[in-house]
C-alpha cells in the first residue's frame, strides 16, 4: 500500500509587507512559511490508514515549493512520512493552481499510489483547487471536503463523508484510486515524537525539476497558467471604531454599547 | 460578445440562495444575455426559482443523479460552455463548486479562478478579483487568450437577484461515467436546548479562550449579558462546544441576529459567511490587524479575559 499526500507551505505576511517592485506579488522577504493547516489533517489521515492496515504501507509526502519549504517535508516526516519529494526550479515560478496540479499529476504518476490526499485548500490563498484539479489530469476519481473517510487499502471503493454547508453532510462512495481534499476536524493531527524528528533527518527527501518529471517549460510558469495575476494591492477596509483605555474603562463602555444596542 | 452563463446550485431539491446572487452578478457584469444551467435529474421542477429578473434563458441538463454528483456536473457544464460559448461561467464558491469546478479549470480548456469577489470587463476581456495572504492583499486577474473564464463567485457579495421573468426553457443532454454515488445526506445533530439562527444576540468565542476549562466563563458572561454563546470553527472541531453553537460557511449562519460579540476570534473568510451581515459587530482580540476589525462597528484591542472579568460586573 501507498498514500501520497501532497502538501504546501503557506505564508503569512508581515504587518509591514511591501508590494514586489514589479507589482504582481508581494515581497517575499516579508513572509513567513508555516505547514498549511489543512495538510496536518491529510497526513494525519494516511498515518492512521496505514496503522489500521497494521502498519503496512509506504507514505510519500510532496510539495511544489523553493529551497524554504523542505522544512515542512522534515515535519511530515518526523511525524512518519517515509519518504518525501520536493519539486523546484526557477521555471515553475509563477505558475497557477492548474499548472501546480500538472506537476503533482506526473509526481503520483510516476508513484502511482493507492490514494492521494491534499488539503481542501490553502490557509494563505485559499484557492480550494489543487486537489481536485490533479484528479482530473489524472483522470482519477475524487471527493472534496472530505470529513470523515472508511478506506480500507486495497479495496475498489471508499466511503466518504463530503461537509456541506450548515453542518449538513453527504455521505458517498467514491471508486479508488481517487484524490480526495480533507477537510478540518476529520481527525487529531499527532505531533512528531523527538524520537521521530530525529529519524527525520535520515529519511530520503528527492529534489526534483519540472523536467525530470518530462514536463517541458511551456507546461509550467505563467505558459502552463490559465489564469494571470495581473497586479496585486491593499484593499481599503473598513475599520472598527477602536474603544480606548484600560481594560475597566473598555468594559464599562462596551457594557454601556451591549446594553444600547441590545435594548436590555 | 459578454453572453454569461450562470450555474445554478440546488440541493435537496431547493435551489440555493446563492444562485440568485450569481445572476444579479452577471448583470452588474453587464452581460449581454444571462443563461441560467440547472443540472440534475429534476432539474426540471426548479425552473421557477430561477426565473428572476435579469435572466433571458434557462437550460436544463437531466442527469442520472437528483442531486449533486461531480463527473455529471463537470460534463454537463462542458456541453453547455460547447453549446452556448459564454464568454464568462460563473458557479458559487460553495462546497459542491469545490468539488468539480476545479476540473473545468485542469482541462487547460478556459481561463479559470476561485472565489472572486469583483468582475470587469476590460475592452471584451475579464478581469477579476480575489483575495491573497490571507485577505491582506487582493490580486487582479486575467485569463490571456481564453474565449471562455470559469469563476467561482464568493458569496454574500452581492444582493441576491429579485422579481419575475418568463426566461424561454430548453433542455441539453449531457453523458458522464460517475466515479462515486450518492449514499444519503446526514442532517446535523438536533439543536437541543439552542438555535443560533433565531438569536438576535450572539456572544461568540474563538480560539483566543485557549483552553477548554475557559469555556464556562464566556457561557456565564453570555448569560450574564444576556447572549447566545456561539464559537468559530476550531472550538467546534476540538469539541468544547457543540457543531450546533459554531458560526460559519460549515456551521450556521447567523440569519436572526442584530447584535455579535466576537471574542477571540480572528474572523476567518469563513466565520464572516456565517455573520459579516449582522448591523452591530463588536469584536475583542489581542491583535489589532485581525480581520474581524475590518467589519465590526466597534473594537477593543485587548485580552478577552481581563474585558470578560470587568464586563461581568457590569451585569450583575
Redesign the interface.
Known amino acids: 500500500m501507498k498514500i501520497l499526500v501532497a502538501i504546501k507551505q503557506v505564508?503569512?505576511?508581515d504587518?509591514d509587507?511591501e508590494?514586489r517592485d514589479d507589482g504582481k506579488d508581494?515581497d517575499h522577504d516579508f513572509c513567513d512559511y508555516e505547514i498549511n493547516e489543512w495538510d496536518d489533517y491529510s497526513l494525519e489521515t494516511a498515518l492512521q490508514i496505514r496503522e489500521n492496515n497494521g502498519d503496512e504501507g509506504e507514505i510519500v509526502v510532496v510539495t511544489v515549493g523553493p529551497d524554504d519549504a523542505e522544512d515542512e517535508l522534515r515535519k511530515c516526516l518526523g511525524k512518519g512520512a517515509d519518504r518525501a519529494i520536493r519539486v523546484w526550479d526557477d521555471a515553475i515560478e509563477g505558475s497557477d493552481?492548474?499548472a501546480i496540479?500538472r506537476i503533482l499529476t506526473k509526481v503520483v504518476e510516476k508513484e502511482a499510489p493507492d490514494m492521494v490526499f491534499m488539503g481542501?485548500?490553502a490557509?494563505?490563498?485559499?484557492?480550494?483547487?489543487?486537489?481536485?484539479?490533479?484528479?482530473?489530469?489524472l483522470g482519477?476519481?475524487?471527493?472534496?471536503?472530505v470529513n470523515a473517510l472508511e478506506y480500507t487499502p486495497g479495496a475498489s471503493t471508499a466511503?466518504a463523508?463530503?461537509?456541506?454547508?450548515?453542518?449538513?453532510?453527504?455521505?458517498?462512495?467514491?471508486?479508488c484510486p481517487?484524490v480526495m481534499?480533507i477537510?478540518?476536524?476529520i481527525n487529531e493531527p499527532r505531533y512528531a515524537s523527538l524520537r521521530g524528528i530525529k529519524q527525520a533527518a535520515g529519511k530520503p527527501l528527492d529534489e526534483i525539476s519540472h523536467s525530470d518529471l518530462g514536463l517541458s517549460d511551456d507546461e509550467v510558469g505563467e505558459a502552463g497558467s490559465?489564469?494571470?495575476?495581473?497586479?496585486?494591492?491593499?484593499?481599503e477596509?473598513?475599520?472598527?471604531?477602536?474603544?480606548e483605555g484600560t481594560?475597566?474603562e473598555?468594559?464599562?463602555r462596551?457594557?454601556e454599547?451591549?446594553k444600547e444596542?441590545?435594548g436590555? | 460578445m459578454s453572453d454569461i452563463l450562470v450555474i445554478a446550485e440546488h440541493r435537496q431539491g431547493e435551489v440555493r440562495p446563492v444562485s440568485l446572487e450569481l445572476i444579479a452578478a452577471a448583470k452588474e457584469a453587464g452581460a449581454s444575455s444571462v443563461t441560467v444551467a440547472l443540472i440534475g435529474a429534476n432539474a426540471a421542477d426548479l425552473t421557477g426559482a430561477v426565473s428572476v429578473e435579469g435572466v433571458d434563458e434557462i437550460v436544463t441538463v437531466p442527469t442520472a443523479s437528483a442531486d449533486f454528483q461531480p463527473d455529471e456536473w463537470k460534463a454537463a457544464v462542458e456541453a453547455l460552455i460547447a453549446a452556448r460559448s459564454p464568454s464568462l461561467v460563473m458557479l458559487p464558491h460553495s462546497v459542491d463548486s469545490w468539488g468539480f469546478a476545479p476540473a473545468l479549470g485542469a482541462t487547460g480548456n478556459y481561463g479559470f479562478a476561485t472565489d472572486v469577489f469583483g468582475i470587469a470587463n476590460e475592452g471584451g476581456e475579464w478581469v477579476v478579483t480575489r483575495a491573497m495572504y490571507k485577505e491582506k492583499v487582493h490580486a487582479e486577474i486575467d485569463f490571456p487568450g481564453k474565449s471562455t473564464v470559469v469563476v467561482t463567485v464568493r458569496g454574500g457579495t452581492w444582493k441576491p437577484a429579485e422579481g419575475s421573468s418568463s426566461p424561454a426553457v430548453s433542455s441539453l443532454d449531457a453523458s458522464a461515467t460517475a466515479n462515486s454515488s450518492h449514499v444519503e445526506f446526514i442532517e446535523p445533530p438536533a439543536t437541543g436546548d439552542v438555535d443560533i439562527t433565531q438569536a438576535e444576540f450572539m456572544l461568540s468565542i474563538g480560539r483566543g479562550i485557549a483552553e477548554e476549562d475557559n469555556v464556562e466563563q464566556f457561557s456565564e458572561l453570555a448569560d450574564a449579558v444576556g447572549a447566545t454563546l456561539g464559537c468559530s470553527r476550531p472550538i467546534a472541531d476540538s469539541g468544547w462546544l457543540p457543531k450546533s453553537r459554531q458560526v460559519g460557511q460549515s456551521g450556521k449562519v447567523v440569519a436572526a441576529c442584530k447584535l455579535y460579540l466576537a471574542l477571540g476570534i480572528s474572523g476567518s473568510v469563513q466565520h464572516q459567511a456565517g455573520m459579516k451581515h449582522v448591523d452591530n459587530i463588536i469584536a475583542v482580540n489581542t491583535d489589532p490587524e485581525a480581520s474581524i476589525f475590518s467589519i465590526a462597528r466597534y473594537g477593543i484591542v485587548g485580552d478577552i479575559f481581563e474585558i470578560a472579568d470587568e464586563l461581568v460586573t457590569h451585569f450583575e
Open positions: 505564508a503569512n505576511l504587518d509587507f508590494i508581494v493552481q492548474v496540479a481542501v485548500q490557509a494563505d490563498n485559499a484557492y480550494a483547487q489543487t486537489g481536485v484539479a490533479v484528479a482530473q489530469q482519477w476519481p475524487h471527493a472534496a471536503v466511503t463523508n463530503r461537509e456541506l454547508e450548515g453542518g449538513l453532510e453527504e455521505k458517498i462512495t467514491v471508486n481517487a481534499t477537510q478540518l476536524g490559465v489564469s494571470r495575476v495581473r497586479k496585486v494591492f491593499v484593499p477596509k473598513g475599520q472598527a471604531e477602536l474603544i481594560p475597566a473598555q468594559a464599562a462596551l457594557a454599547i451591549l444596542l441590545s436590555a
